[in-house]
């Protein structure tokens, strides 16, 4: 490598890369929903999307919620230079409205970082939304996100603080961008553990939350659901990051040509255990329009043969077309949005909130959750569990991880999730 000068990958090069990274960095660096999935953007924490969720918004259920989390294990006192969204990233929020898989609205959101004072970083970062509709692009937001909670002295009054973060849109919804708890919730010391499970077959308790104390960084919307304009009243929805082809590396870094998508993120666990890892990197940078030839890892998946080699469950190993439907179509009278396979959280949004929520959503009975978008209370890696081993084919089996909500409760508005632990309390230290 030349003297202070480096090049670094184009979107191709990243593709040509994926099989290299996976030999090397095995499959022991996954974390989960999203996090850390794939070797390339584990490697990238600030566009490495986490989760992605999607529901009618339980107290305004004219519109629907759309939240997306990127860097996954934030460890809030890990100053002075705290984490924040990258300012040479674009994050997007993708809405197919009439089930071709491609964006009929985007929310794309786009942020600068402040230099801080004394020794410090500045997490407080100035950003725009951009709606793209078709080739029309428009300014809907402009603000500053909240700073990240780092203690009572530098963020005293964190909830106000955050409240203040909470944007209008232009033409009607709100926005949100900034660190949160992390919503997600599991036992992924014992998952990647070879699918270990602490108690009998996992789904009673005494699993250990390996996300409790740690933030992530949100960024979301909430807009009126009349606006959308959805056939069958269904969504398709997934999350990208985007960043500059080429990386110019020196006593300063510059960026230049094409934008590449390097994340995306539609159903929780899809590239974290549907896709080998030897072709993680290349599911990222594609399209969910492009999903037809990851087929055969859908109807036949290696999560099933694992947990039957394990545990000899007897899940279905192939022809799992109830897998293709939940992941790849919709499930008809449900969210189905037609033949054309993509990986979409799909949401039926004539499906009317619930009041007494389950959190094995669909599988428990209660059709406005997972695998109907996904609220943030959903236990998608029990159902992700179930699911595979073989539930809507009649083999029912109680696996689980033992962890059946977050450390956290969500929030009752927009926003929704929690706010973040702070730094100062340092909840995981002793
Ligand atoms: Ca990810
Ligand atoms: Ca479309
Ligand atoms: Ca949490
Ligand atoms: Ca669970």
């Keep these: 490598m030349r003297k202070g000068v480096t090049l670094v990958a184009t979107a191709g090069l990243l593709v040509a890369a994926a099989a290299v990274g996976a030999t090397i960095l095995g499959p022991g660096t996954g974390a989960a929903s999203s996090h850390r999935e794939a070797p390339l953007i584990a490697e990238d924490p600030s566009a490495d999307l986490t989760d992605l969720y999607a529901f009618r918004s339980p107290d305004n259920p004219g519109t629907v919620t759309i939240l997306a989390n990127v860097i996954p294990g934030e460890d809030p006192a890990a100053g002075p ?21 491609l964006p009929d609205v985007t929310y794309r ?18 950003y725009t939304v951009t709606r793209v509709v078709g080739h029309k692009a428009k300014v809907v937001a402009r603000g500053t996100t909240p700073p990240n909670n780092i203690g009572p002295r530098s963020t005293p009054n964190y909830h106000a603080l955050a409240e203040k973060g909470i944007l209008s849109l232009a033409g009607g919804g709100k926005v949100f961008a900034g660190q949160r708890d992390d919503p997600f919730f599991g036992d992924v010391g014992a998952i990647f553990d070879l699918v270990a499970i602490r108690k009998g077959t996992g789904n009673m308790g005494g699993g250990k939350d390996f996300f409790a104390g740690y933030g992530v960084h949100t960024f979301g919307v909430q807009v009126p659901i009349a606006g959308l304009r959805a056939k069958n009243s269904t969504i398709g929805v997934w ?83 109830d897998l293709v439907a939940v992941l790849l179509t919709g499930v008809p009278k449900l969210n189905y949005t037609g033949p054309k396979l993509a990986d979409l959280l799909r949401v039926n949004l004539s499906i009317p909130v619930t009041k007494d929520p389950n959190r094995l959503g669909v599988l428990g009975g209660d059709v406005q959750g997972w695998p109907n978008g996904r609220r943030l209370d959903d236990d998608v890696i029990d159902i992700a569990e179930q699911a595979v081993g073989g539930f809507l084919k009649g083999t029912k089996l109680p696996l689980g991880d033992g962890v059946n909500g977050d450390d956290r409760s969500p929030m009752p508005s927009f926003p929704y999730i929690a706010d973040p632990q702070s730094g100062f309390d340092n909840t995981k230290g002793k």
């Design 109 to 126: 959101f786009q942020f600068k970082t402040k230099t801080g004072p004394f020794f410090l970083g500045d997490t407080a970062q100035p």
């Design 81 to 101: 230079n705290w984490y924040t969204f990258s300012p040479n990233a674009r994050y997007n929020l993708k809405v197919d409205t009439n089930g071709d898989a």
């Design 239 to 321: 999350s990208s990051v985007d960043r500059r082809a080429i990386t110019r590396r020196g006593a300063a870094t510059r960026n230049s040509g094409a934008w590449v998508q390097v994340d995306r993120l539609a159903n929780p666990l899809v590239n974290e255990v549907v896709i080998p890892t030897g072709l993680k990197d290349q599911w990222n940078a594609l399209q969910p329009s492009q999903e037809a030839r990851f087929e055969k890892y859908y109807t036949s998946p290696i999560l099933a043969a694992v947990i039957n080699k394990l545990y000899k469950l007897g899940a279905p190993e192939t022809g799992r077309d």
